[in-house]
């Protein structure tokens, strides 16, 4: 049982803030040397209502198997921006049905048909359209929920280097929790061959980061595994991940 230590002030209680901050130190410094199957359980125990945001991407397979095997009553939360790869959807419906996923949410944007009714802002603004379809659709679904369970690991990208397993969500004050922070591309790999789980078909055509279909391309050989998310764009981020205040990019399941 873990016992969150606070700083109480003199007759009173912490500010939300402080509260909150102390609570994340505290899971860090309790779960630092522990799995990420440890992590995952310890933060559905220890971290309020939690939801696991998957993009059925690349990656996603390993948390939703670890979720399904912990508790497969979690909510799971899956943004459909309505641009998605094909493969990505009958992907999604075979994972779901493999591991028995019983409060899976599939999230819409509403205002598309206002916003974008021919599906061709992406062409001009990156950024709303992201914003249209994944940010604000994800921020309203998060709503009812303590915190969300992502798949970002330390290895990705240069601002995620120092990635614990628990830390707020700036902006929100929601804790995230990233129980394969520490995780390598073979310890991915490994994990998916000893659980026999199902790759998403588009990773063997050459597309080690899937998003969106018009904004995903192949990657050749040497490439950076994320150099076909927005290519030829300086755009790099798709807004569901914030640094500081501002927007990164998401790497390979959101
Ligand atoms: S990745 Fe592309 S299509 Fe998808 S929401 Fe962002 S801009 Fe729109």
Request: proline share 7%.
């Amino acid at each position: 049982m873990l016992h969150l230590a606070q700083k109480t002030p003199p007759g009173g209680s912490p500010s939300p803030s402080l509260a909150q901050a102390e609570k994340v130190q505290a899971l860090n410094t309790r779960y630092r040397h522990h799995s990420a199957t440890a992590v995952l359980q310890g933060a559905l125990k220890n971290a309020g209502k939690i939801a696991l945001v998957s993009s059925f991407g690349a990656e996603s397979v390993v948390l939703l198997h670890m979720l399904a095997v912990t508790d497969k009553t979690q909510p799971v939360i899956f943004i459909d921006t309505e641009m998605l790869f094909t493969e990505t959807l009958v992907y999604q419906t075979e994972v779901s049905e493999r591991l028995g996923l019983q409060n899976l949410r599939i999230i819409r944007a509403d205002g598309v048909a206002t916003h974008d009714p021919d599906g061709t802002l992406h062409q001009r603004d990156t950024d709303a359209c992201c914003a249209l379809r994944k940010t604000r659709p994800l921020q309203q679904a998060l709503t009812p929920f303590d915190g969300w369970i992502t798949g970002r690991k330390r290895f990705q990208s240069g601002t995620r280097a120092a990635l614990d397993f628990f830390e707020i969500e700036d902006g929100t004050g929601r804790i995230k929790i990233n129980p394969l922070a520490h995780w390598a591309p073979e310890d991915v790999a490994a994990y998916m061959d000893e659980n026999r789980l199902p790759r998403h078909p588009l990773v063997a055509r050459g597309y080690p980061s899937i998003g969106c279909s018009p904004c995903t391309s192949p990657v050749a050989p040497g490439e950076d595994p994320r150099a076909g998310r927005w290519r030829q764009q300086t755009k790099d981020e798709c807004g569901i991940h914030f640094v500081d205040g501002k927007m990164v990019r998401t790497g390979a399941n959101a």
